[in-house]
T-cell receptor, first 115, second 117 residues
Framework: NAGVTQTPKFQVLKTGQSMTLQCAQD?????MSWYRQDPGMGLRLIHY???????DQGEVPNGYNVSRSTTEDFPLRLLSAAPSQTSVYFC??????????????FGPGTRLLVL | AQKITQTQPGMFVQEKEAVTLDCTYD???????LFWYKQPSSGEMIFLIY??????QNATEGRYSLNFQKARKSANLVISASQLGDSAMYFC??????????????FGSGTRLQVQP
């Protein structure tokens, strides 16, 4: 059981470039989400998905796209990178049954620097 | 208004002593969940403990316990017998809106705990 995996671990982009951050989980969790963490702050929700084919926006969705074609994968696309998107990105998943089953488990994070 | 407030940016504790990290929350939803996560310097987010709004007992997980005071809307994390490896950033988080299917977490700004030998 690998849990939640994210690739790449580190990425440097130039302003205007696009890229996809990969996230996968092997726990058959229905709920997946993307957060960003800026220095000295807690995490903020970008997008989330309650199941394959269903996605919705979080608190800070601008500049990001997501899709969920399978239960396992939830990629995050940066359409045109900006320096304000320099951050650490975390993917998380949960079974979502309520109670302790709703606990979200996080991937190791992707550190993104936009120059 | 802040949904999750952690008023202690930094805390020091001596090894083997207990420490309480404060967390207050704001919600009008009767059904919610409260979580604590640990983030060591390596950066990963480690789940520590969960408390549901309808749970009658305070949650405990090993050396971690959650002092849940519903009327005061507080969910403080208590770490007993601190160890050097407990030095990390600690985040309190809340999930609201179970009925909508949205299970997003709202995080506080965190408390940095340093355990001194």
């Amino acid at each position: 059981n690998a849990g939640v995996t994210q690739t790449p671990k580190f990425q440097v982009l130039k302003t205007g470039q696009s890229m996809t951050l990969q996230c996968a989980q092997d726990m058959n969790h229905e709920y997946m989400s993307w957060y960003r963490q800026d220095p000295g702050m807690g995490l903020r929700l970008i997008h989330y998905s309650v199941g394959a084919g269903i996605t919705d926006q979080g608190e800070v969705p601008n500049g990001y796209n997501v899709s969920r074609s399978t239960t396992e994968d939830f990629p995050l696309r940066l359409l045109s990178a900006a320096p304000s998107q320099t951050s650490v990105y975390f993917c998380a998943s949960s079974y979502g049954a309520g109670g302790p089953g709703e606990t979200q488990y996080f991937g190791p994070g992707t550190r993104l620097l936009v120059l | 208004a802040q949904k999750i407030t952690q008023t202690q940016p930094g805390m020091f504790v001596q090894e083997k002593e207990a420490v309480t990290l404060d967390c207050t929350y704001d919600t009008s939803d009767p059904s919610y969940g409260l979580f604590w996560y640990k983030q060591p310097s390596s950066g990963e987010m480690i789940f520590l403990i969960y408390q549901g709004s309808y749970d009658q007992q305070n949650a405990t997980e090993g050396r971690y316990s959650l002092n849940f005071q519903k009327a005061r809307k507080s969910a403080n994390l208590v770490i007993s017998a601190s160890q050097l490896g407990d030095s990390a950033m600690y985040f309190c988080a809340m999930r609201e809106g179970r009925g909508t299917g949205r299970r997003a977490l709202t995080f506080g700004s965190g408390t940095r705990l340093q355990v001194q030998p």
